[in-house]
C-alpha cells in the first residue's frame, strides 16, 4: 500500500490557528505552482515505476481556492506519470466558504471520490475567532452538494469558550448532513500564530478542559453510530480514511509541492517550506528536499509501535515478528 499526497498551499486567509505552509496573499502564483507541481511529479515517475498508488490526498491550505481546471489537470498529470490501483480512494480537502456545485462536478468527473470537509464548529461566533471564513450555513450548502458522496468533516475541539454542549453540536450538526466519516482534533496553539497569544493569555481551555471536550465528542459519536479507529478519528463501517491509515501503519507515501512530506524505502525526506525556493528547485530541474532521513531499524520498530498504538487496532505481535524477527513481548518485557 502507498500513497500521494499534493499539497496546495494557497487559502482565502490564514486560519488564526494554522502553522502549515499556506500563502493567502499569493494565489495568483497558482496556475506557475501547479505547473511546478506537474514538472515535479514527472521527475519522479521513473523511481517510482515499480509503485501502484492506492490513495491520493489533495491538501493545503485550501485546495479548493484554486480553479477547478487546475485540480482536474493535476489528476491528468497523477494518472499519467504513475499507476494507481483500481478503486483508489482520491480525496480533496475543501473549505465550505470556497465550493460550488461546479466545482464538486469537475472533481468528480476527474476522479475524486472522497471529500474532506473543513467544518471545524458549528458555532458561528467560534468560526469568526479563529479566522475561518465560512459559516455553519455555508457548511450546510456545502453538505447538501455532497450529498451522496463519501464526505468527512473536520471538528476542532480546545477553542475559546468551548462547551461540551458545543462539540455535541458540531458532531451532530456534521452527522445529520451526511459525513461519515469525522476527524476531532485538539486546538494546538503553535508558537508565531495569532492564537498562540490567547494560549498564554490564558484565553484557551487547559488540558483537563480539552480532555472534557473529547470525552463528550466521543461518548456523542459513539451514540450516532461512529466507531474510533484511531485516537482522532472516527467512521460509519467501511468508512476508514485509507490514506490516514497508510501513515498509521507505516506505509509508502510520496509528497509533491512545497512543504510536502514523504517515506519511501524508510528514508524521510520533506520539500521546502520556502514558495520561492520551490519554485527555483523545481525550474532549475532540481528537487526541493531540505530535510532527508534515513531510519535504522530502531528507529523503524519506534515508529510502527507508536504509530500503532494510536489506532484501535494496536500493535499486531505477530506482524511486529514478521517484519522486525523478534517476539513484540520480549521488547516489552525489556528493561
Keep these: ?30 496556475e506557475s505552482y501547479m505547473a511546478c507541481v506537474y514538472r515535479e511529479m514527472a521527475k519522479r515517475k521513473d523511481e517510482l515505476k515499480n509503485y501502484t498508488f492506492d490513495t491520493v490526498y489533495i491538501g493545503g491550505g485550501t485546495p479548493s481556492v484554486i480553479g477547478e481546471n487546475f485540480i482536474a489537470m493535476l489528476m491528468a498529470a497523477v494518472k499519467k506519470n504513475f499507476r494507481l490501483k483500481e478503486g483508489a480512494e482520491i480525496t480533496i480537502e475543501i473549505n465550505p466558504g470556497t465550493i460550488s456545485e461546479g466545482k464538486i462536478k469537475t472533481y468528480k468527473k476527474c476522479g475524486i471520490n472522497r471529500f474532506s470537509v473543513g467544518l471545524q464548529t458549528a458555532i458561528d461566533s467560534q468560526l469568526s475567532e479563529i479566522g475561518r471564513i ?55 496553539p503553535e508558537d508565531g500564530t495569532p492564537i498562540y497569544s490567547d494560549y498564554l493569555n490564558g484565553e484557551l481551555p487547559d488540558g483537563d478542559e480539552v480532555a472534557g471536550l473529547y470525552e463528550a465528542g466521543r461518548k456523542k459519536l459513539k451514540e450516532l453510530g461512529f466507531a474510533r479507529y484511531e ?90 515478528e514478521k517484519l522486525f524477527g523478534r517476539l513484540f513481548q520480549k521488547v516489552c518485557s525489556a528493561d
Design 1 to 30: 500500500m502507498a500513497g500521494i499526497y499534493v499539497h496546495i498551499p494557497f487559502c482565502k486567509s490564514k486560519c488564526r490557528y494554522c502553522d502549515f505552509a499556506s500563502f493567502p496573499d499569493k494565489i495568483y502564483l497558482a
Design 231 to 320: 485516537v482522532s478519528n472516527f467512521c460509519k463501517e467501511g468508512r476508514e480514511s485509507r490514506h490516514n491509515l497508510n501513515y498509521w501503519q507505516r506505509g509508502e507515501y510520496i509528497g509533491f509541492g512545497v512543504s510536502a512530506s514523504s517515506c519511501i524505502n524508510n528514508v524521510r525526506f520533506t520539500n521546502t517550506y520556502d514558495l520561492d525556493e520551490y519554485f527555483k528547485c523545481i525550474l532549475s530541474d532540481n528537487f526541493a528536499v531540505i530535510d532527508r532521513q534515513e531510519i535504522d531499524k530502531e528507529g523503524q520498530e519506534e515508529e510502527y509501535i507508536m504509530l500503532a498504538l494510536r489506532t484501535a487496532r494496536g500493535v499486531d505481535a505477530e506482524e511486529y
Design 134 to 188: 465560512h459559516t455553519l450555513n455555508e457548511f450546510v450548502t456545502c453538505a447538501k452538494l455532497l450529498k451522496g458522496e463519501n464526505f468527512s468533516a473536520d471538528v476542532m475541539i480546545g477553542l475559546k469558550d468551548q462547551t461540551a454542549d458545543d462539540v455535541c453540536k458540531t458532531v451532530e450538526v456534521a452527522a445529520a448532513f451526511g459525513a461519515s466519516h469525522i476527524s476531532m482534533y485538539a486546538l494546538t
